[in-house]
């Protein structure tokens, strides 16, 4: 008997929709939930109770190909109930369509939106799937707000084009310069699984064109100076509020310019940020002692707000500004 040759184009059409090999996929960006794949759908937050009455939160990270890690936070997710201190890591592997996780003492798996196992003892956990929503997500702008970005046009910006669903794309610069304000922004990073680090979802909005609030899909991360909320080599967020890639966000940022002597030279005063992300306070009247790198001035003084291109399909929405004295 004789065995026919099998083309190599054949057996790699065959093999493609089951593995992607992971540096062909680096760097691969979803827009579109539809079309982000069955790990998105795994990916995301989960709350529920472990043992008696225990309340308990998780972050599901999607790493390409059904890899998963898996953080569990005693007491509720960041931001709505986790203690700031106790987590549980465990990493996710799908087989047969199923993601099962393993930590240190504990095992379990996610099927139909429901996260369950059991921990040291035999002692169980039940999750269940959640979307959190940020408070000011679509919060109207007050009186007397300019109104940057809502979908129809780019007339305040001398930088900036629409992108796909009347999102704002990157980079955009504003054609106004700004000392001191108050600054609603909607952002959105894209799904990326097989990205890590920097190269996943980053952009930024730089306030005075001259200080980066970093912009970055840290779902499920530590949260450093340099994620999401992070203020470059000066502050880390208070607490790592990101949400899962393709969530809409908010930025609510209090921004008071650096204070100078008459001769417009020597500084009185640094520049002070309050960050709110999704609603909760994670930069809180933070002295910026100096500019972050990546802007394009560096003078402290009045600029334009600067919406970071770092190759990443990051997109805003929503973007209005309210002058302070
Ligand atoms: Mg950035």
Not at 222 to 239: F, M, R, S, T
């Amino acid at each position: 008997m004789r065995f026919k040759p099998v083309s190599i184009l054949a057996l790699s059409l065959f093999c493609l929709p089951f593995v992607m090999p992971a540096q062909a996929a680096h760097g691969l960006a979803s827009l579109n939930a539809k079309e982000a794949g069955p790990d998105f759908v795994v990916q995301g937050e989960y709350v529920g109770t472990i043992g008696e009455k225990a309340k308990v939160g998780a972050q599901v990270i999607a790493l390409g190909n059904g890899a998963f890690d898996a953080v569990l936070y005693t007491q509720g997710l960041p931001g709505d109930g986790w203690d700031g201190k106790s987590t549980v890591r465990l990493k996710g592997k799908t087989s047969d369509g199923v993601p099962h996780f393993k930590g240190k003492n504990i095992q379990g798996t996610i099927k139909d939106g429901q996260f369950t196992g059991s921990a040291e003892n035999d002692v169980r956990f039940a999750l269940k799937k959640i979307e959190r929503q940020s408070p000011t997500l679509g919060a109207t702008p007050p009186p007397g707000a300019i109104v940057l970005f809502d979908g129809t046009n780019t007339d305040a910006w001398s930088v900036g084009k629409i992108a796909e669903d009347h999102l704002l794309g990157v980079p955009a610069i504003t054609k106004q310069k700004f000392d001191n304000f108050l600054l609603h922004i909607e952002f959105r990073t894209p799904f990326m699984p097989f990205s890590r680090g920097q190269g996943r979802g980053n952009s930024g909005v730089y306030l005075a064109d001259q200080y980066e609030v970093q912009v970055l899909d840290s779902f499920g991360l530590e949260g450093l100076d340099n994620e999401c909320g992070g203020i470059y080599k000066q502050a880390k967020p208070l607490v790592n509020m990101c949400y899962p890639p393709l969530s809409w966000q908010t930025y609510d940022i209090e921004f008071r310019a650096a204070r100078f002597a008459p001769d417009e030279k020597t500084k009185r005063h640094n520049a002070v940020v309050t960050v709110r992300h999704n609603g909760v306070p994670i930069q809180y009247n933070l002295e910026l002692t100096h500019p972050t790198p990546g802007g394009n001035r560096a003078d402290e003084h009045a600029g334009p707000i600067f919406l970071q291109n770092h190759g990443n399909p990051v997109r805003f929405r929503s973007i209005w500004i309210v002058n302070r004295p």
